[in-house]
């Protein structure tokens, strides 16, 4: 069995490992699958102590020649951030280390965008919301992703 590890850019100076989300081995846990326009509202009850508190993972599928795709987050309370993913591995049910980190946004409070450069064709990326603040509970997060 081959393991491929990656390290994944977050933030200036900081680089995780994918050991840091259930040791890399585990398909990461997808709470739904993000579609053009419409928005979920997200909670996380906070108590983890760990740097992703509160993470929660959503699947998006950006349609080849999609114009302006972003993924934003808004509202509620607490203080969440947000990082694009791109799977690929083409597995359907991907670990972490089979996960390349496209954008990142981690200004405090809970407006948050992420943009990729590009879509040339159809791409499956993954979105990571979560807390930095070491177990900080947020609610009622508005999450959507949309292009034209």
Known sequence: MKIRCSLLPVA???M??????????????????????EPWTISSKGGDSTFFSGAKFFKVDIPQGAKNPQVTTAGGTGDVD????????GNPKPMITQLAHVCGSQQMGNIEQCKPNSVRQAQQ?????????????????HLRASWD
């Open 125 to 141: 990326y993954y979105v990571m919301v979560f807390s930095r603040l070491g177990g900080t509970a947020y609610s009622d997060v």
């Open 16 to 37: 995780v490992v994918g050991s840091a989300y259930a040791a890399g081995l585990d398909p990461v846990r997808v709470e739904g699958d993000l579609r053009n326009k």
């Open 12 to 14: 200036a100076g900081l």
């Open 82 to 89: 947000l990082i694009m993913f791109m799977n690929i591995s």
